[in-house]
Structure formats: C-alpha cells, structure tokens
Nanobody, 126 residues
Framework: VQLQASGGGLVQAGGSLRLSCAAS????????TGWFRQAPGKEREFVAV????????YYADSVKCRFTISRDNAKNTVYLQMNSLKPEDTAVYYC????????????????????WGQGTLVTVSS
C-alpha cells in the first residue's frame, strides 16, 4: 500500500483546510486509517482514526469538534477536514493505515500502523 497525503498549506487562524490521503497499490480493505501530526521539536501525535466502513471514528481531545475524518472507499481516499484552525495545529500531517483494523479500542499509537504517507505541511498563522 502506498499512501499520498496532500492538501496542506498556509492558512490564518480560524481558517479551514481539507487534507486528503490517497491509497494506491493493494487496497486497504478492512484497514483503519488514521492521521497523525508532528510539530517541530515534538513527538508525532495521534489526531484521528476512521474504520474501514467509515462508521466509527475517534479523535484526539485537542481536535475534537474542530476536525472531521471521513473516507470514500470508491476513491481509496481518506479526508481530514480541519476547521477553526489554531497556530498550535501547525505541523506535518501524516496519514497511515493499520492492517489490524479499528478493533474494540481504536488504534492511536503510531506503532500500531503499518503503512505511512510522506506527510503534508500545515502552517497556521496567528
């Protein structure tokens, strides 16, 4: 599975961006897909995850009610709609998939994920 993240850019605080994660190669059937981010000098942190069917999702507290994860399996693409952006959302955003699926407990650790995209930079100015 190859993942291509896109959609990052520069936006003012309070603005919105939509990230996309397109999968190619083997389809990610039954895989959960998540978004992580890494700010300069900080560790990679979990942002959101969505199940294969799209019926279950889970968010980090820091983005809850501002970000929405969704997927279109016909297009092999997962999206992250980011609203009300804050300067502290500035980071490189990565998408990743896990063969383990969503499970009873949603996967939030980066070591639970098997395939990673290259990252897309989001910069939020104050």
């Amino acid at each position: 599975v190859q993942l291509q993240a896109s959609g990052g850019g520069l936006v003012q605080a309070g603005g919105s961006l939509r990230l996309s994660c397109a999968a190619s190669g083997r389809t990610f059937s039954n895989y959960a897909t998540g978004w992580f981010r890494q700010a300069p000098g900080k560790e990679r942190e979990f942002v959101a995850v969505i199940s294969w069917g799209g019926g279950r999702s889970y968010y980090a507290d820091s983005v809850k009610c501002r970000f929405t994860i969704s997927r279109d399996n016909a297009k092999n693409t997962v999206y992250l709609q980011m609203n009300s952006l804050k300067p502290e959302d500035t980071a490189v955003y990565y998408c990743a998939t896990t063969r383990g699926g969503y499970g009873i407990v949603p996967p939030t650790r980066h070591d639970e994920y098997d395939y990673w995209g290259q990252g897309t930079l989001v910069t939020v100015s104050s």
